[in-house]
């Protein structure tokens, strides 16, 4: 019975190997691989969820402290000269149009400067922008128009939303004389968003949202807007920065960088959490297109090796076949020579054992 051939044993031993070897480590730098890129998706959309939020403060705050210029005028704090204060106002509007409306009233709450003389006249004493006014610098989350609803321009014909801020008024003496306020347009925020957006990968596939304290969003989808959110990743932005993966109600998978508006410099911000969120499958198709290429790469690799392992199994089987059919010719009687200097040490003390048996065979067959 025969055996198989060294050949092929070592052909099919370095087949084995190699194939085990190159499957370990597609399985090795595949799971490192997804590991990091997903790690690294995820914190590219929680850093672009925290540059929106310092995007968003940094605005506030420039607009904060450009309505403050305002009250070191003398048209503004003498409380005489309604067409200066009047004339200053618009001056500002027109230079930051985010403004939709900016208004100065007296103690009583009636507004006798404002910008275009929208509600000049009319009192804005119970509002919000006035009442807290009064106190302090006041700063209002996003709110829907009621006095101003149907007085402003409003070409897209979407509800208008404002975000308040105001400034109690003293004259030189120190005395307060009224309430310096304003309505920033919402849609300040929306344009900063979309100028975001519009700079990111995919950007078609990414959804930005803006989250007030109680859950409410502010930002995003139109179909989410006025909704109230719960989530992990809304929790999470809660205590700050990061991202995650979660499942949302209709099954969908979505990864999710967060961050929380913590406000910039003097302006304290209001406590928005800001959302950006991408499917999953999306997001993570560089990940499989990455393991596509570890196991192309591996099986090229397995192709390669299992060609040099014939060619290596053949380069330290070829001494031995000589050696077997020097052996055989011995055994018919035939003649037979051994060639040496295989390059492999333990068959070359092989060749140099049976050449001297040889030679001592044939020693004593010719004194025979």
Known sequence: MKGNRLQSILSRWFTAMLATVILILCLVIGMASSRYLRGTIGSSLANTAYQTSARLDQFMWS?????????????ICSGTDSTAAEA???????????FAW??????????RAATDGILVGESIAQRPVYLHGLEGQYI????EALLLASRLPNPTGEPLRFVDISHPVYDKEGKRIGVLAAHLNWQWAEQEIAEITSSLPHQDQISIYVVSRDNTVLLGPAKDVGARLISAALRGARSGYGWTLETLDGGKTVLTGYALSQGYLDYPGLGWSILVRQPAREAYSDVGKMQLVIVASGILFAVLFLFVGRVLAQRITSPLKELTQAAEGLRRG???????????????????????????????ELAL
Request: proline share 1%.
């Open 63 to 75: 607009r904060m402290h450009e309505l403050e210029i305002l009250l070191s005028m003398d048209a």
């Open 88 to 98: 200053a106002l618009n001056q500002l509007k027109s230079s930051f149009p985010s």
């Open 102 to 111: 900016i208004g100065l009233t007296d103690e009583n709450g009636n507004v």
């Open 140 to 143: 209002g989350d996003v709110h």
């Open 334 to 364: 035939e003649a037979a020579s051994i060639l040496k200097d295989s390059g492999i040490q333990e068959i070359e003390i092989l060749e140099d054992t049976l050449f001297s048996l040889f030679n001592g065979l044939n020693r004593t």
